[in-house]
């Protein structure tokens, strides 16, 4: 796990009242303390002002490079566990050395079984390691990783460490031991369009336009369209019509059909087939109509059961 420093903040103040910079904290701390190692002075200050846990959880995404959080599992188990070790102990109103501490232990004892894979007997023999010699008043002459804290500060970190990470350790090992499935999702959509209007029900809504817009434009040119359609096939009907019953005629041997001129014949088919034909045609077309409209909405009725 890399860890981003902040360089040129501030921490606690000298004895002159001056401000102590990170760099100060780091030359200061005596070897071997858990001090300032994955969050610094500004940085512990700057999460101790995060007003909500949304805030402080976004805050600490930041400075842990935890960014895959969202997505990554691994990612979002530890920040959720620095996150809530952080509020505890802000809490139990450690200052700012304690906090830094606290999280470096916590981060110890998680890349313990991520990276050394260590037993659950293993890890807490190491977390009683780290606060043994807690309470003495020289730590230069012993290293003392947690000398900052106190003997009862320690029971309280051993217990809550016990009752959430040790708690809950096979958890734990299962996460950093298995790899995350990667899921793709996907859906197939299927739509359906609506024909064009070629019967006697008007077509569906046009992405909700003015009905005046609808009419003035769609509507017109629907009708004008047809109308034209219409009047070229009546036209090719009658002249297809008057063509046959002449070739018909003119085969015929009958004396009183050759007295009548070929012009006057067409003229009495083309009137025959404009008033009687077409007409008896057109109704039937309807009637064809109204029953394909009745079979559709019988099958949609029967489809949304």
Same mark, same amino acid.
């Given at each position: 796990?890399?860890?981003?420093?902040?360089?040129?903040?501030?921490?606690? @103040?000298?004895?002159?009242?001056?401000? *102590?910079?990170?760099?100060?904290?780091?030359?200061?701390?005596? @070897?071997?303390?858990?001090?300032?190692?994955?969050?610094? !002075?500004?940085?512990?200050?700057?999460?101790?002002?995060?007003?909500?846990?949304?805030?402080?959880?976004?805050? *600490?995404?930041?400075?842990?490079?935890?960014?895959?959080?969202?997505?990554? #599992?691994?990612?979002?188990?530890?920040?959720?566990?620095?996150?809530?070790?952080f509020h505890w102990a802000k809490d139990k109103c450690f200052d700012e050395r304690q906090l830094s501490g606290f999280i470096t232990l916590v981060s110890n004892i998680l890349n313990n079984i991520k990276e050394h894979q260590m037993s659950k007997a293993e890890n807490i023999t190491y977390l009683k390691e780290c606060f043994s010699g807690v309470g003495s008043e020289n730590p230069?002459?012993?290293?003392?990783?947690?000398?900052?804290?106190?003997?009862?500060?320690?029971?309280?970190?051993?217990?809550?460490? #016990?009752?959430?990470?040790?708690?809950?350790?096979?958890?734990?090992?299962?996460?950093?031991?298995?790899?995350?499935?990667?899921?793709?999702?996907?859906?197939? #959509?299927?739509?359906?369009?609506? !024909?064009?209007?070629?019967?006697?029900?008007?077509?569906?809504?046009?992405? =909700?336009? !003015?009905?005046?817009?609808?009419?003035?434009? =769609?509507?017109?040119?629907?009708?004008?369209?047809?109308?034209?359609?219409?009047? *070229?096939?009546? =036209?090719?009907?009658?002249?297809?019509?008057?063509?046959?019953?002449?070739?018909?005629?003119?085969?015929?041997?009958?004396?009183?059909?050759?007295?009548?001129?070929?012009?006057? #014949?067409?003229?009495?088919?083309?009137?025959?087939?404009?008033?009687?034909?077409?007409? =008896?045609?057109?109704?039937?077309?309807?009637?064809?109509?109204?029953?394909?409209?009745?079979?559709?909405?019988?099958?949609?009725?029967?489809?949304?059961?």
């Amino acid at each position: 796990m890399s860890i981003k420093h902040a360089s040129g903040g501030k921490s606690k @103040n000298t004895k002159d009242g001056s401000a *102590m910079t990170d760099e100060e904290a780091f030359e200061k701390e005596p @070897n071997g303390s858990f001090a300032w190692k994955v969050l610094v !002075p500004s940085q512990v200050r700057a999460l101790s002002q995060c007003e909500t846990p949304h805030e402080l959880e976004e805050k *600490m995404a930041s400075i842990l490079e935890f960014d895959e959080s969202k997505v990554e #599992l691994t990612q979002a188990c530890q920040l959720d566990c620095y996150v809530i070790a952080f509020h505890w102990a802000k809490d139990k109103c450690f200052d700012e050395r304690q906090l830094s501490g606290f999280i470096t232990l916590v981060s110890n004892i998680l890349n313990n079984i991520k990276e050394h894979q260590m037993s659950k007997a293993e890890n807490i023999t190491y977390l009683k390691e780290c606060f043994s010699g807690v309470g003495s008043e020289n730590p230069d002459v012993v290293s003392i990783p947690l000398y900052f804290f106190k003997l009862e500060h320690a029971k309280l970190i051993m217990q809550y460490l #016990l009752t959430t990470i040790f708690q809950h350790y096979k958890l734990y090992e299962y996460l950093f031991t298995q790899q995350q499935d990667e899921l793709i999702i996907g859906s197939d #959509l299927c739509t359906e369009v609506c !024909p064009e209007m070629s019967g006697p029900f008007p077509p569906p809504l046009q992405e =909700a336009i !003015p009905v005046e817009t609808y009419e003035l434009f =769609a509507v017109q040119k629907d009708t004008e369209k047809l109308g034209s359609v219409d009047a *070229m096939d009546e =036209a090719t009907i009658t002249e297809q019509i008057a063509d046959s019953v002449l070739k018909a005629v003119e085969s015929s041997e009958s004396e009183i059909v050759k007295t009548v001129p070929t012009s006057d #014949l067409r003229k009495i088919i083309e009137n025959i087939t404009k008033e009687m034909v077409l007409p =008896a045609k057109a109704e039937i077309q309807n009637k064809i109509k109204g029953k394909e409209a009745t079979y559709l909405a019988r099958i949609s009725k029967i489809q949304a059961k």
